[in-house]
Structures are given as C-alpha cells and as structure tokens.
C-alpha cells in the first residue's frame, strides 16, 4: 500500500444553486480499497460520485489523483473512472453489443467477457428497448467492465438485480479489489462486498428551508404559501 | 484519441440507420417545403428561377435545424452524455464527433436533395453547379454553428425555442454569400468571391464552434 492515497478529496463542496449540497467532505482511497457511502436522500451521495468522475467540478476544495490536481488534466482523469450513474444510459434502437462496442474502443476489452459475467450473452443481439430494467442494470454494469478503469463509482449498482446477478457482481467486485482497483459505492441495501470504509453524508442542514430546485416551485409555494 | 472519435461517429450513424424515420424527416420537410413555393407563388418560371437559391437556401437552413434539438438533448437525457464525456476524449472533440454525424446524416443528403429542387424550380446547370458548391460549405457551417447552440442551450427549459432564435441570426451571413454566389452567377458577375467569403466563414467556425459546444456540454453535465 503506498504512502500516497490514489484518490484524495480534500474538503469539497458543491452548491446546487443557492443550496450546500456537499460540505467540506474528505476522503483518501487506497489501491483495492473499497467505500461505501450513505446518507438520505438528498445528502448528496450522487453528486459526491459526479465530483469524483470528474463530470461536475467542485465549488470548493480539491480533488487529488496520486497527490496530483485531477482538474489540471480532466480528460486524463475521466479514462481512471468507470461511473454507473442512475440511468442506464443504453440506446434503446442498437442491441446490447452495439450499445457496448464504443467503450471497447480503446481498452480492448473484450464485449463477450463482460456480457458472460452477467450472464448477458443470450440477450447480446437484442435491442436494448426490449430488455428489462434489471437486464438493463446488468448491461450498464457489463460497460464498467469493460472500461477497465481503475476507480469505479457505482450509485445504487443493486437496483433492479435479482439475487443471482447481485453475487455475480459481488464476484466482479471482489475480482476488481484483488487486481488493486478501487470502489466508492452508493446504497440503501446491504452489498455482496466488504467495505473498508465508511462514508456517511449528513442531510443538507438547510434542505427543509429552501425549495428544492426548479424556479417553478417557488411560484408554487408563493401561491400556496404566505399570500399577501 | 482518434478511434474513439470516429467510434462516436459511428455509433451515431448506426443510431440513425435504426431510426430511419427520423433520419429522413429533415430531407422529407425540405421537399415538401421547397415544393410549397410554386404551389404559392404560382407556376411561373421565370419568377421561380428567380427565387430558387433563396428558396432552397432557406429550406434547407430550416431543415437542418429539425434533428438538432435531440442531437444532445436525447443523450442528456438517458444519461448517455455522462458516459460520453467519460469516453477520454476532450469535450470539444465529442462535440465535433456529433456534428460530423449531423452533417452526415442531415447536411449531406440535404446536400443531394437539394439538386433535383433546383432542376425542379429551374435552375440552369452552372448554378447548380455553385449552388452545391455553396450548400456543401452552408450546410458544414450549418452542423457547427447549430451543434454549438444545441450544446449551449442544453438543459435549459424551453431550449426548443431558445434554438431557432439562437442559431438563424448566426446563419445569417452564411445565407448571405451562398445567396449572393448564385446571383451572381445569374448576373454574370464573378461568385467566387462568395464562395471564398463562405469558406472563411467555415474556416473561423471549425475551431470555435466545437470548443464553445464542448464548454456547453461540460455545463450541461454539472
């Protein structure tokens, strides 16, 4: 284990319009090491994972990879990750191979392995809009797979997988660890992986304050609310 | 670097072969609309000869801005522009590789269907000749300068209107010289110079355009 974290966040924090939604949030992540992050709804737990990927830059505070500034070299940065956001991001016209062929572009991975890991290779040839949502989840995580990538950042990777497919993935997890790759996951439900460490976001303090987000609600509580 | 952008590409063009229907919609509107002209101003040739470059630039400038609202907005979407701006390519670069596929899949058969309108309105040859020449230079400005206001307008609410209104006025020139080639030609002045303006025009959009999108689909993702 070296010395200096792979990846290091150094008090971070984002703002989601007028609202704190991240606040001076630490962490240091070593090879094979793996996170859990928890929290409410609302504490942030995506947004956190959006910051490490480098798709949302920090409004405070740095985010380190091998003691480096990632956003010196964002595009560098982006080939270290593999995110499974909350959507699936599959097209539903291409079949599942053509939906995963362009992140085997540079990597090389080879699309069979990744289906057969989750149990997917039967389906490779059907269009994606005739998958389910747990066969959609499953060609989601076949695309981290394939990216090789050292950090995974996986929000809720269990939605919609049945128990058979959550201990292939807890297979690939531990499989990914054990080759030095590190994980930072989000979940409301026990996962096939055991943690080395913990991360639990507190609730936004001023989230009961302020309106969510879109200016229509706050036309709507002005309605509904304290009328003049 | 590369393989990844022509990947992009690709993966576009196999989207719009699978959905064919919207694909063709642009090309189908520009005949239609084109053809609405005679039916309008009445059949006679003299007059339509007269208005074909204007009539065919306008349409196919009108066209081409039907499938941009979804070239980024269908990918914001699903959650698949996260994923592509993870691909390892710079933002600007996955911008440049959805407007070559927009200039492929719209520009081009634009392109095409573009010379039997002006065989149809009564065009003579020769400005058929420089009208391609023109459209093929207007409709690449057209993909660069339309992708960057569809990256730029992205995500925000009413982004449909916020399009047209952002991109005819940028077009402007655009539609200007390759206008201007064609009365010329049929004045029997020299239109290479226009053709020369609207390659300038190209020139200075090329290396903008792709980065002011790139900077828009950074926001767009935050």
Not at chain 1, 69 to 79: G, L
Request: with cysteine; aromatic share 4%; charged share 15%.
């Amino acid at each position: 284990m070296s010395v200096i974290p792979l990846l290091e966040g150094d008090s971070l924090c984002v703002f989601r319009g007028e609202r704190l939604v991240l606040s001076k949030i630490s962490l240091s992540l070593h090879a094979g090491e793996a996170m859990l992050l928890t929290g409410p709804n609302g504490a942030g737990k995506s947004t956190l994972l959006r910051v490490l990927a480098g798709l949302r830059h920090p409004d405070a505070g740095t985010l380190l990879w091998q003691g480096q500034p990632v956003k010196d070299d964002i595009t560098a940065h982006t080939q270290r990750v593999a995110y499974l956001g909350h959507q699936e991001a599959l097209k539903p016209g291409l079949t599942v191979t053509e939906n995963l062929k362009i992140y085997a572009t540079t990597t090389g991975s080879n699309i069979a392995e990744a289906l057969k890991t989750f149990n997917l290779l039967e389906l490779a040839d059907l269009p994606a809009r005739q998958l389910s949502a747990g066969q959609k989840r499953r060609t989601a995580l076949a695309r981290v797979l394939l990216r090789q990538a050292p950090l995974w950042l996986l929000d809720e990777p269990t939605l919609g997988l049945d128990n058979a497919t959550i201990s292939l993935l807890g297979e690939a997890l531990t499989r990914h660890r054990q080759k030095g790759g590190m994980i930072i996951a989000t979940s409301h439900v026990p996962l096939p992986m055991d943690t080395t460490s913990h991360l639990d976001l507190p609730a936004a303090p001023d989230r009961a304050v302020m309106p969510d987000t879109s200016p229509d609600d706050w036309t709507w509580h002005e309605h509904s609310g304290t009328a003049p | 670097m590369m393989p990844l952008f022509f990947a992009v590409i690709i993966r576009d063009l196999r989207l719009a072969r699978r959905h064919g229907a919207d694909t063709l919609g642009a090309v189908l509107f520009f005949i239609l609309a084109a053809t609405l002209f005679p039916l309008a101003l009445g059949p006679s040739p003299e007059l339509l000869r007269h208005m074909a470059p204007g009539i065919i630039w306008v349409c196919a400038l009108l066209a081409a801005l039907l499938p941009l609202g979804r070239l980024f907005g269908a990918e914001l979407e699903d959650g698949s522009l996260d994923q592509l701006m993870l691909l390892g390519l710079p933002a600007s670069l996955v911008a440049l590789a959805k407007m070559t596929a927009h200039w492929l899949t719209t520009g081009l058969p634009l392109l095409i269907a573009a010379i039997p309108m002006a065989v149809m309105l009564g065009l003579p040859q020769v400005s058929i000749l420089v009208l391609t020449g023109g459209l093929f230079l207007g409709s690449v400005i057209l993909s660069l300068i339309g992708g960057m206001a569809a990256a730029v307008v992205l995500g925000a609410r009413r982004s449909d209107v916020l399009l047209p209104l952002l991109i005819l006025p940028l077009t402007c020139p655009a539609l200007i010289f390759g206008a201007a080639a064609l009365d010329a030609i049929s004045n029997g002045l020299p239109w290479i110079p226009d053709l020369e303006l609207l390659g300038a025009f190209l020139g200075a959009a090329l290396p903008l355009c792709p980065l002011a999108a790139g900077a828009g689909l950074r926001a767009a993702v935050e």
